[in-house]
Structures are given as C-alpha cells and as structure tokens.
C-alpha cells in the first residue's frame, strides 16, 4: 500500500485522474479589472496621481534634459563635439555640471556629508612664476592638475615638489602645437609675460598668443571645458584714462615693440569672445597687472625684481624715463586667489587683477632699498 502513496514522476498519470478547469472567457480579466477600477473612485485616484506626477516633472525637470550653460548670455547647450568620449565619460561630465560641483554654479549648494569632486585642469604654463603657485593652490584644492609648458621662461624647479603625487602631471608641450586633454577646467597662463622675455622673440610671442589662444580654445570646445584667458594690463597700452577700467579700449600701438605682447593678447581676448558667443565656450578673462612674489627669476626683467636685485648688490636702482610713469603692484597669492574666484564666478567678460592703487617708479625705488634689507633681516 505505502509504495503506491510514492509518486513517480516518469508514469504517466491516468487520463482520468488528471484536473481540467472550466476554460476562462477571455474578456472576463478584462471586465474584472474595469469593475475594480470603477469601485470606491479607484480611478479618480489614479487620474490625480497622473497629474501629480505631471506636475512634478514639468517644474523640476530631470537629468535627461539637456545642459544649458549656467553663466552663458545666450544659454547655448554644451557642444556635440563631448559626444567623442565614451559613454562613462559623458554621464561623469554631464552630472558633475548639473549637480554644480566644481564649476558651473558655486553658489549652489552641495548636499551635506558630499565632499566636493575634485576637478581635472589643465594650467599652460603651470611651471611658470604665477602658474606654479596657482599649481599649488589647486592641487592643495584637491583638483587633479596637468601642467603644460615648454620651459621657456618656466621651470622644473617651480613644480617638482609635486613629483610623485598622483594628482599632477607634467607634460613638456608648446601651446602653438594642439593638444588632446580630457578636463573640466584651461587655466591658459602659456606666455612670456616680462617685456626682457616676451621681445626676445617677437614672432613667437604672438603665435604663442594667437595660435596657442586658439588651440586652447578649441580644445575647450571639444571637451566643454571652462577656460580662462591670462590677458595684461597691456591690453590698454600707453592708457589715457587713470585708473583703467575694463570698459576702457586702450590706447595702444600696433607696429612697436610691444606690440607683439600687447596686440598677442588684444586677439586672443577677442578669439576668447567669439568662441564663447559663436560656440558656446563657458570663458574668463583675467587682465593681469604687475605682479611680484616667491619664485620670480632674479632676471625676469620686471621692475620689482630688477630693483631688489640692484639693491641686494648695492647698485644704483634703473629707474627708466622720468620715472613718473605709474604701475600698480600685487602680491602673486593675491593673483592666485582672485584667478581662482574669477574662473568659479559668473563674469564672462575681461576683469582686471590688480591692486587698485598706483606708484610711480621713483616711490617703488624708495621702497625697494627698504624692502631687501627686510629680507636680510629674516
Ligand atoms: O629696471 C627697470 C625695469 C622697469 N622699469 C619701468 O618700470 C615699469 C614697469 O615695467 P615692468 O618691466 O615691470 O613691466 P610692465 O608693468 O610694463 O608690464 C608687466 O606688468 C603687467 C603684465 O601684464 C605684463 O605681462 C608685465 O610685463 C615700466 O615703466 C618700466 O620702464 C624701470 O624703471 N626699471
């Protein structure tokens, strides 16, 4: 009797045996589910969930909505070029923009207990005098930073304290060449900035600015990187107007031996403007006037420098001209700090980037024969 209780799954159960349901009418599910729905207003709520969600999406829209550029005038969309990149790499830019961190809103508000992202930039001439120390502060930042020069006034010396980290890197490159880099953020510095340096060689000088300019731009088209243009308090050449304001066109020579610098800069400011308003180019303009500090060559040829070199040595002070003309001075931290807030801030036009105050050259010698005795002294 118990082995017949045992059921064997290869016999074949008895036709008899076996269950067979009434066959269900296929519109029975149907009318069923109409008859549940129509029940105490199930429907009705149905309908006001719909229109909720609705409602929802259409003022908070989601990620799938294309980015618009936060600070640009004419909201112009990231260009398609981003689409190059892989898949990962396009969800990583996308979101890092939307979500604010890093560049495109600084003034939104990162969630609590998210640390910020560290960005990935590019600083040209980031082993120069002024580079390094924005090389320093980014990387101190938590940023992930790629340093390009070709050492012509820059140095190893400059940044190699950073050899070994994993956030830096340094690459020997020209600026006038192209050059493929995946970032969020171009510091473009890459110029001999002292007039001894930038008319050794005319003719580079100004390929460097314009078509150096116009690799960098391009480059930040590509990837929808933020870019910053170190423009000069040149720009506004022999200036009629004191102090100059960035409304103020200059009053510059074309055809002197500045030019090569100053007119260098003018184009690229005016590549900078059209790449933004043509293709979209999130840009900042930084109009660099006469800055000193830690790091600067001893033969630089600027002002500062030569004064506290002569003074040092006890020579006479070069003081040039009648050395009435004016200058304003800043300390290159302070350089740094307002180059930094410039490229996270919404300004898109040209801003000058200096002390407000002017000296003539014959009050900064006063000061120079002071200011070496000061450094002994320490
Ligand atoms: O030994 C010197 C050197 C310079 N000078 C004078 O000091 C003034 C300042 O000259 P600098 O060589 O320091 O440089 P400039 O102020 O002309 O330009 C500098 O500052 C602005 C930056 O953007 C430029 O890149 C940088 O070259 C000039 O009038 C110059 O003739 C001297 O009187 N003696």
Redesign the pocket.
Known sequence: MGSELIYRGSETQPSSDSYSPKPVKPWASVTRTIHYLLREQRLLFVFVGIAIATLIFTVFPTSSAPYVAPHSRFTTLIPDSITYFPIETQQKFSSAHRLGFGSANPTSKIPLGLKRKGLRIVVTGGAGFVGSHLVDRLIARGDSVIVVDNFFTGTKQNVMHHFGNPNFELIRHDVVEPLLLEVDQIYHLACP???VHYKFNPVKTIKTNVVGTLNMLGLAKRVGARFLLTS???VYGDPLQHPQKETYWGNVNPIGVRSCYDEGKRTAETLTMDYHRGAGVEVRIAR???TYGPRMCIDD????S??VAQALRKEPL????D?K?T?SFQYVSDLVEGLMRLMEGEHIGPFNLGNPGEFT?LELAEVSIYYPLILLMN
């Open positions: 900035a002292s007039p000069t308090s040149e660099i006037f006469n040829g600027r002002v500062v030569n004064f070069t003081v040039y001209g050395g003309q200058r050259m």
